[in-house]
């Protein structure tokens, strides 16, 4: 059974801080993908970063980067120099392929709310 | 700009009436799915449709029926449904269905409340 787990339910930091975001997840499949949402108050999923489990490479993109290990089963998300319009709930999620029939099924999990004061 | 939009935005309903949620994705995409998020509680995936046909369906009431017309379009029928359903009912879309590892593309979402 697939598994994420976000133990951070909240997060609060000054501007300009850096923030890190963790993420453990639990698989058996020896390939799979990982992924960070972003949940802003409108409530829209915005899409941030794609990883399969054989790209441990970490990927910076502006402010936001990510550290994958597999070792340790965790794919972390961190944020340079916080900015307010960072304020939102963040998602981890794993994906499986839904074998009948197609379609790939996302685990989440339960968020981290992020809030960004000045 | 996701691509994915749905209606309405805000829904209020009686137990006692029956109404339909609207997604449309303008992608191109060839899987679409829906997702119930309550409080407190991780997305739950509820029903997934690949090339228009269903191939998921995560033991949801059935009050809850789903319908796909087309590739672009996904309904959610709602009948006779209690207050523990109001909800945030998020949509999203996939390119390719049998390809592990998609990005799925989220629509706004529509906050259901139950009264």
């Given at each position: 059974?697939?598994?994420?787990?976000?133990?951070?339910?909240e997060?609060?930091?000054?501007e300009?801080?850096?923030?890190?975001?963790?993420?453990?997840?639990?698989?058996?499949?020896?390939?799979?993908?990982?992924?960070?949402?972003k949940?802003?108050?409108?409530?829209?999923?915005?899409?941030?970063?794609?990883r399969?489990?054989?790209?441990?490479?970490?990927?910076?993109?502006?402010?936001?980067?990510?550290n994958f290990?597999?070792?340790?089963?965790?794919?972390?998300f961190?944020?340079t120099?916080?900015?307010?319009?960072?304020?939102?709930?963040?998602f981890?999620a794993?994906?499986?392929?839904?074998?009948?029939?197609?379609?790939?099924?996302?685990?989440?999990?339960?968020?981290?709310?992020?809030?960004?004061?000045? | 700009?996701?691509?994915?939009?749905q209606?309405?935005?805000?829904?209020?309903?009686?137990?006692?009436?029956?109404?339909?949620?609207?997604?449309?994705?303008?992608?191109?995409?060839?899987?679409?799915?829906?997702?119930?998020?309550?409080a407190?509680?991780?997305?739950?995936?509820?029903?997934?449709?690949?090339?228009?046909?269903?191939?998921?369906n995560?033991?949801?009431?059935?009050?809850?029926?789903?319908?796909?017309?087309?590739s672009?379009?996904?309904?959610?029928?709602?009948?006779?449904?209690?207050?523990?359903?109001?909800?945030?009912?998020?949509c999203?879309?996939?390119?390719?269905?049998?390809?592990?590892?998609?990005?799925?593309?989220?629509?706004?979402?529509?906050?259901?409340?139950?009264?």
């Open positions: 059974a697939q598994k994420v787990t976000q133990a951070q339910t997060i609060s930091v000054v300009k801080e850096d923030v890190t975001l963790d993420c453990v997840y639990e698989t058996r499949d020896t390939t799979y993908y990982l992924f960070w949402y949940q802003p108050p409108s409530g829209e999923l915005v899409f941030l970063i794609r399969n489990s054989f790209d441990e490479q970490n990927e910076i993109s502006g402010r936001y980067s990510w290990q597999k070792s340790t089963s965790s794919f972390n961190t944020i120099a916080s900015q307010v319009v960072d304020s939102a709930v963040y981890c794993l994906s499986s392929l839904i074998l009948t029939g197609g379609g790939n099924k996302l685990t989440f999990g339960t968020g981290t709310q992020l809030k960004v004061e000045l | 700009e996701t691509g994915v939009t209606t309405p935005r805000h829904l209020v309903m009686g137990m006692t009436n029956k109404k339909s949620l609207k997604c449309e994705q303008h992608l191109g995409h060839n899987a679409m799915y829906w997702y119930k998020q309550s407190k509680k991780p997305l739950e995936l509820m029903f997934v449709y690949s090339l228009e046909e269903r191939v998921e995560n033991s949801v009431p059935s009050r809850f029926s789903p319908e796909c017309p087309n672009s379009h996904l309904f959610l029928h709602l009948h006779t449904l209690q207050p523990e359903d109001s909800a945030l009912y998020l999203a879309s996939s390119q390719n269905p049998s390809r592990v590892g998609e990005t799925q593309y989220f629509g706004p979402g529509t906050r259901l409340l139950v009264l």
